[in-house]
């Protein structure tokens, strides 16, 4: 904390020649690094800098745009709107450009694959941007996306080569689409095998820095895997039968995601799973 708060005086008093400052200062009002949480000032070092028509700002307008789509999105320090988010986050994205916010490219086809703007086209062209330009957790969610047909014509030999390579790069979601796949093709041994593995650590924030993914979808990753992994247990599939294991398991797939977990519990319900 001491050394964000001498951050702060040394970026305020270059910030009016100092372009990198300024973007420093807005992340850092932002987020309340060094200084009391104050998302307005945030939000307007950033439009200063995304606004700005010197050149020294150019660098650093699609990280500006990204930052303040994320603003809109939540509502934080100012009106909330995900239009404007969706706006802006379009311009962070730059049509897919590698040297613009890949970020904002990953965020664009989470956006749309929501309800409120639901278009699995647009999420499926945005993921394969961000994931050509690198970026893991869209490399997971095209892997689902093809495997389930979602915007794209199903493949699963697409599907796979996705999943494979985010799981083995740490994609946690991306590990509990697998677990799934093993088991519906009755693999239950390997499916067992790697659900284990990833229920071992349910940090969520530490995976989530450390993968740079969303927490809700790495704890989505880990219930997938827990749950499979429970229904391995109790019904003796690939593992030894143990309903107290199994129980464990249950409970922990409940804790990380409720929703994840009763979607799965109604499919084993009606005996799809």
């Not at 946690?172 to 990833?198: C, D, M, P, W």
Request: hydrophobic share 40%; with cysteine.
């Amino acid at each position: 904390q001491g050394m964000y708060e001498e951050a702060l005086i040394q970026f305020e008093k270059i910030q009016d020649t100092d372009f990198q400052a300024m973007y420093q200062l807005g992340v850092m009002h932002y987020d309340g690094l060094g200084t009391k949480e104050d998302p307005e000032r945030g939000v307007e070092y950033m439009k200063k800098i995304l606004y700005s028509e010197s050149p020294k700002a150019r660098h650093l307008k699609f990280a500006a745009a990204y930052n303040l789509g994320r603003a809109y999105y939540e509502g934080c320090g100012v009106k909330q709107s995900t239009e404007e988010a969706e706006r802006l986050w379009l311009i962070a994205a730059d049509h897919g450009n590698p040297k613009a916010s890949v970020k904002a490219q990953s965020t664009l086809g989470m956006l749309y694959s929501l309800s409120i703007l639901k278009d699995l086209k647009k999420a499926f062209f945005w993921h394969s941007e961000a994931c050509g330009n690198g970026n893991l957790e869209s490399q997971g969610a095209l892997g689902v996306m093809y495997l389930y047909g979602q915007g794209v014509r199903q493949n699963t030999k697409a599907a796979l080569e996705c999943l494979r390579e985010a799981a083995e790069r740490g994609n946690i979601y991306a590990q509990g689409h697998l677990v799934e796949y093993y088991y519906n093709r009755k693999f239950y041994s390997t499916g067992a095998a790697v659900a284990k593995r990833i229920t071992e650590n349910d940090d969520i924030d530490m995976l989530a820095e450390a993968t740079d993914c969303l927490p809700t979808y790495v704890a989505k990753g880990i219930a997938m895997a827990a749950f499979y992994l429970a229904r391995c247990l109790q019904l003796g599939r690939g593992v030894q039968q143990d309903e107290a294991a199994a129980k464990k398991y249950y409970s922990k797939a409940c804790l990380l995601d409720s929703g994840v977990a009763s979607d799965l519990e109604l499919a084993a319900n009606l005996g799809r799973i």
